[in-house]
């Protein structure tokens, strides 16, 4: 079983930078994409970014050249650097895994998600 769970949320001012963690995120028979994705109230969830085994990234429009992805097998954590933070990255952040199908991962284990608000 995959159990994942968040770290590093807070609160912090616009143009700031903060560094969530999704531990136990490791590839494995079950798993060979990951991603972070995140919910403000009243909003539906949206994807944020996507990492392959492969290193294969991707990212939100809203985020790209802010935000990076990365993930390390050896410990095993997913990781989300957040810079250039602004009031509307203001959200509940969810880590995810599971298996690429195609163009699609299916993403099957989820954390618990961890709180970001950041302030104007």
């Known amino acids: 079983q995959v159990q994942l769970v968040e770290s590093g949320g807070g609160s912090v001012q616009a143009g700031g930078s903060l560094r969530l963690s999704c531990a136990g995120s490791?590839?494995?028979?079950?798993?060979?994409?990951m991603g972070w994705f995140r919910q403000a109230p009243g909003n539906e969830r949206e994807g944020v970014a996507t990492?392959?085994?492969?290193?294969?990234?991707s990212y939100a429009d809203s985020v790209k050249g802010r935000f990076t992805i990365s993930q390390d097998n050896a410990e095993p954590t997913l990781y989300l650097q957040m810079n250039a933070l602004k009031p509307e990255d203001t959200a509940m952040y969810y880590c995810?895994?599971?298996?690429?199908?195609?163009?699609?991962?299916?993403?099957?284990?989820w954390g618990q998600g961890t709180q970001v608000t950041v302030s104007s």
């Open positions: 995810a895994s599971g298996l690429r199908y195609s163009s699609t991962c299916g993403y099957n284990y």
């Open positions: 490791a590839y494995r028979y079950s798993v060979s994409c």
């Open positions: 990492i392959d085994r492969d290193g294969t990234t």
